[in-house]
């Protein structure tokens, strides 16, 4: 089975950009979790898809959003980038999203806001 | 609320002696443990989790973990590392509700020499 892929793998964008980010997860995986490395802050949970519906959400501003398509794949978005939004990107899939499930996770979208 | 402790940011050891990655949780309801590796520039990858049953979890490349619920401990075990080993290790805890969501530890840096 193929691996969860993220596209694009770097991006660089200027301050009050916007940017989305793919996310497609391993086949027959329906739920994608996304998160936000950086070297103050660490691994940080953004939000989670299951069925094209929100079921989690972390505790970051209203300008990271998300969505799920029918086919269990996912964008995030960040709009109006700050400076602070520089940091790597993972999106992990798993089958249900339970807290059980173990998650795979992709190699990471580096973002770079200048 | 759940956070997750890990008590080393930074662990050098030589080549084939032993290792322990020291992790500390807290949470008001049961847990599942994770510990996942990240090599650079690459995503993360599970080495092994803990859901119930024998407390001695044995993992991918050597790697073993106890799970203490008395001291509220899943610290991460190597008899022998080899120089690929080096790379970032990330404790991480979910539950039943936490739908998609892991909380991370702070990540342990092992670094190992010949």
């Known amino acids: 089975k193929a691996g969860v892929t993220q596209t694009p793998r770097y991006l660089i964008k200027t301050r009050g950009q916007q940017v989305t980010l793919s996310c497609s997860p391993i086949s027959g995986h329906r739920s994608v979790s996304w998160y936000q490395q950086t070297p103050g802050q660490g691994l940080q949970f953004l939000f989670e898809?299951?069925?094209?519906?929100?079921?989690n959400k972390g505790n970051f501003p209203g300008r990271f959003s998300g969505r799920q398509f029918s086919n269990s794949r996912s964008e995030m978005n960040v709009s109006t980038l700050e400076l602070g939004d520089s940091a790597l990107y993972l999106c992990?899939?798993?089958?249900?999203?339970?807290?059980?499930?173990?998650?795979?996770f992709g190699p990471g979208t580096r973002l770079t806001v200048l | 609320a759940q956070s997750v402790t890990q008590l080393d940011s930074q662990v050098p050891v030589f080549e084939e002696a032993p290792v322990e990655l020291r992790c500390n949780y807290s949470?008001?309801?049961?847990?599942?443990l994770f510990w996942y590796v990240q090599y650079p520039n690459q995503g993360l990858q599970l080495l092994l989790k803990y859901l119930s049953g024998s407390t001695l979890v044995k993992g991918i490349n050597g790697f073993e973990a106890e799970f203490n619920k008395s001291q509220t401990s899943f610290h991460l075990r190597k008899p022998s590392v080899h120089i690929s080993d080096t790379a970032e290790y990330f404790c991480a805890v979910s539950n039943t509700d936490s739908w998609g969501k892991l909380q991370f530890g702070a990540g342990t840096q092992v670094v190992v020499t010949p």
């Open positions: 949470s008001s309801v049961s847990v599942y």
């Open positions: 992990a899939s798993s089958p249900q999203g339970a807290g059980s499930n173990e998650q795979f």
């Open positions: 898809y299951f069925s094209e519906t929100q079921r």
